[in-house]
């Protein structure tokens, strides 16, 4: 006798594991995908998304004073590439010079040719020039086969002529000099010079007047300074005489020194005194 499979689904006797509904595969149809939540976000204002220029305040409030760009570029309008991102540096930007050797120090009232030897690099060789002296008050043409200064504050000039014209007037001629000079000191020696000057721009610095000429196998003077005052004293053999007189402020501390010179014959004198609290200007 055979036993009949019941189809009643109700009942378990010799039902296989894949007869039983599964998940996957559920008639139920999935979900529709909610692209009404993306479609109902606000849009964004991409003004108002804070970019690295807005991460520090005062920064940006800095370079919007200097002129720069929202981003605060180094250079003055600069622009910014992308947002938030660092700005490109312009094609204008000066290079940056390494190693590059310290130019001497500006001779301050001086506009005569001992100012420029001390304003000059020694180690740029022959020199030759003409133009306006650097206050503007004179034109000069000058020439020489060596002149300036050393880093070490050693000056030296050779076989050297200058002619000056306006505030200050002048022609020299100096076949050679050495000298050396700092804040606190400075000598020279000459050998077969001869000059003429006459105008405001005295050799010590001072502003006033100055008149002389003379001629010399050989001179040579010492000059000491402290904070502001000075004593020059020298000798010379040759023939001639100048004279100077005028104010400064060597020390630039706001007294003004007053400044005079003499040289007669073979004699060379001069001091700068710094005025007293009580009749300063």
């Known amino acids: 006798m055979t036993e009949r499979i019941s189809s009643d689904p109700s009942r378990t006797v010799c039902r296989r594991p894949e007869d039983e509904p599964s998940e996957a595969t559920s008639n139920e149809r999935p979900a529709p995908a909610r692209r009404d939540r993306l479609a109902s976000a606000p849009p964004v204002d991409w003004e108002k998304v804070p970019t690295s220029c807005d991460a520090n305040a005062a920064d940006a409030a800095r370079n919007a004073d200097r002129g720069g760009g929202t981003c605060g570029g180094g250079w003055p309008g600069a622009a910014v590439t992308s947002r938030g991102s660092a700005p490109e540096p312009r094609s204008d930007a000066p290079p940056v010079k390494t190693g590059a050797r310290a130019s001497p120090p500006r001779t301050a009232g001086a506009s005569g040719n001992g100012a420029r030897t001390t304003e000059r690099d020694f180690t740029k060789g022959p020199y030759a020039a003409q133009g306006r002296t650097h206050d ?139 005025l007293p609290v009580v009749i300063r200007p």
Do not use: M
């Not at 000039?157 to 200050?168: D, M, R, T």
């Not at 077969?192 to 008149?211: I, Q, R």
């Open 136 to 274: 503007g008050g004179s034109v000069f043409a000058a020439a020489a086969a060596l002149k300036g200064r050393t880093g070490e504050g050693v000056e030296a000039e050779a076989l050297g002529v200058s002619v000056q014209a306006g505030e200050q007037n002048e022609l020299q001629v100096t076949t050679a000099r050495l000298g050396y000079s700092d804040p606190r000191v400075s000598v020279s020696v000459d050998a077969l010079t001869a000059n003429a000057h006459v105008g405001v721009d005295n050799s010590d610095g001072s502003h006033g007047v100055n008149a002389g000429a003379s001629a010399a196998w050989a001179s040579g003077e010492v000059t000491v300074k402290r904070s502001g005052w000075s004593l020059t004293g020298g000798l010379a053999a040759g023939a001639g005489a100048e004279a100077h007189l005028g104010v400064r402020d060597d020390d630039e501390d706001g007294a003004p020194e007053v400044c005079a010179r003499l040289a007669f014959g073979f004699g060379i004198g001069g001091a700068c005194v710094e």
